[in-house]
């Protein structure tokens, strides 16, 4: 049996943004949407890491697409988004809760800005089920870096075979294998409950 599961927040535990989520972001910036999906995206992983905080972050996107958000926007951009990836699959953290309680330890590695950080702390107790919670924001490091996945490991004092790793994204996991990790491509709570238990 693999000692720790390490998991992946959004799209697997986390819902991805919710259409209309995306739809109230670009409502909110008042530009058109491929153009902010651009800059949105581009300017994420820094975003993630912790390099800029949340009004940094939103004033690189304003000069990327050659506008300027105001205070007052930026606080509205910043709800809009956290809003936006808040949903969560409950059958996901039935599954959690079923195997802290069976002793199987349970890590987490998401790639979070601080601000969305803080309201999962703030809105999910089930946070605290996770021995390790590694949030890009706080140890500098996003997925797929190598340095994310050797963090994870110097916290769980473990070896890199003694992790399964489960993440929806294809690159992610790559980089995961490569340092000698296990990897499961998340599809589905289905899928993941017969490999826990195979």
């Not at 998991?7 to 209309?20: K, M, N, T, Y």
């Not at 994420?44 to 009004?55: T, V």
């Not at 808040?86 to 601000?115: F, Q, Y």
């Not at 294998?177 to 826990?196: D, E, K, S």
Request: net charge negative.
């Amino acid at each position: 049996m693999t000692d720790t599961v390490l998991f992946d927040l959004f799209g697997v535990i986390a819902r991805h943004q919710s259409p209309e989520g995306r739809d109230r972001l670009v409502a909110t910036a008042g530009v058109p949407g491929p153009a902010f999906w651009d800059a949105y995206w581009s300017l994420r992983p820094p975003y993630d890491r912790g390099d800029l905080a949340g009004p940094g972050y939103w004033r690189a996107v304003a000069e990327a697409l050659g506008v300027r958000f105001d205070a007052s926007r930026i606080t509205a951009l910043t709800e809009a988004d956290v809003d936006s990836w808040s949903g969560v699959d409950e059958e996901m953290v039935g599954l959690l809760g079923e195997l802290a309680a069976s002793g199987r330890p349970i890590a987490l590695l998401s790639n979070i800005p601080e601000e969305l950080a803080a309201h999962y702390e703030r809105h999910h107790p089930w946070l605290g089920l996770f021995g390790v919670r590694a949030f890009s924001c706080r140890i500098g490091h996003a997925k797929p870096e190598p340095d994310a996945y050797v963090w994870c490991l110097r916290a769980l004092g473990l070896e890199a075979d003694r992790v399964l790793f489960v993440d929806d994204r294809e690159e992610n996991i790559r980089a995961a294998r490569a340092l000698g990790l296990r990897g499961h491509l998340f599809t589905g709570p289905a899928a993941l409950r017969r490999v826990l238990t195979g």
